[in-house]
């Protein structure tokens, strides 16, 4: 059973990098790790997966040690729109079948 | 239109209504889902559609009929709704259904009231 644990909350200030981790234990071997962003009443965006080590694109960074059992995603210089709920996800494997479960997010806040 | 598109935006209904939620996805995908996000909750998946085929029901209750007639359309018929069904209703692809970290496009969601 993959679960994700998350901090609920953070606050940071504008021009800050921002790590948010996520506890994943159960990780199955070939699951991938990605994380999302959701504005409130909009869906969830895509910003960054990975695998293993460390992956970079044009808006974050994401650390995933050897054990995979967690990752950090990395916000340089954050601003006040990236204010949002950030995700974790990966994927639950049960009796043969496979889904995603997102968790409860951490709901970074981002001040002036 | 580009991305994932859902129709209508906002839908008020009563319990003994019938409606339909729509979900188009123009990014030729093979996998659309079905998501409910109650307020400050995270969201749940509800049902999972791979090359039209319904591939997870995760223990929805009967009044969520879900229908996918091509690759690109999903529908969620809603019938005798509940008020405890007033959500967040999310559509989403995937270029497949793999189990290996499908990276999920969201529509912007049906924020659905029933009274």
């Known amino acids: 059973l993959a679960k994700t644990t998350q901090p609920i909350s953070m606050d940071s200030y504008e021009g800050q990098e921002v790590n948010i981790t996520c506890s994943h234990n159960?990780?199955?071997?070939?699951?991938?790790i990605t994380w999302y962003q959701q504005f409130p009443s909009q869906g969830p965006r895509f910003i960054i997966q990975?695998?293993?080590t460390k992956v970079t694109n044009e808006v974050a960074s994401l650390f995933i040690p050897a054990d995979r059992k967690s990752s950090t995603l990395s916000l340089p210089r954050v601003s006040l729109s990236d204010t949002a709920v950030y995700y974790c996800?990966?994927?639950?494997?049960?009796?043969?079948?496979?889904?995603?479960?997102f968790g409860t997010g951490t709901r970074l806040k981002v001040l002036a | 239109e580009t991305g994932v598109t859902q129709t209508p935006r906002h839908l008020v209904m009563g319990m003994t209504n019938k409606k339909s939620l729509k979900c188009e996805q123009h990014?030729?995908?093979?996998?659309m889902y079905w998501y409910k996000q109650s307020a400050k909750k995270p969201l749940e998946l509800m049902f999972v559609?791979?090359?039209?085929?319904?591939?997870e029901n995760n223990s929805v209750p009967s009044r969520f009929s879900p229908e996918c007639p091509n690759s690109s359309h999903l529908f969620l018929h809603l019938h005798t709704l509940q008020p405890e069904d007033s959500a967040l209703y999310l559509c989403?692809?995937?270029?497949?259904?793999?189990?290996?970290?499908?990276?999920?496009?969201f529509g912007p969601g049906t924020r659905l009231t029933v009274l």
């Open positions: 989403a692809s995937s270029q497949d259904y793999s189990g290996r970290g499908d990276t999920q496009y």
């Open positions: 159960n990780i199955a071997t070939n699951d991938y």
């Open positions: 990975g695998y293993k």
């Open positions: 990014l030729g995908h093979n996998a």
């Open positions: 559609y791979s090359l039209e085929e319904r591939v």
């Open positions: 996800l990966v994927g639950d494997r049960r009796a043969g079948t496979y889904k995603y479960i």
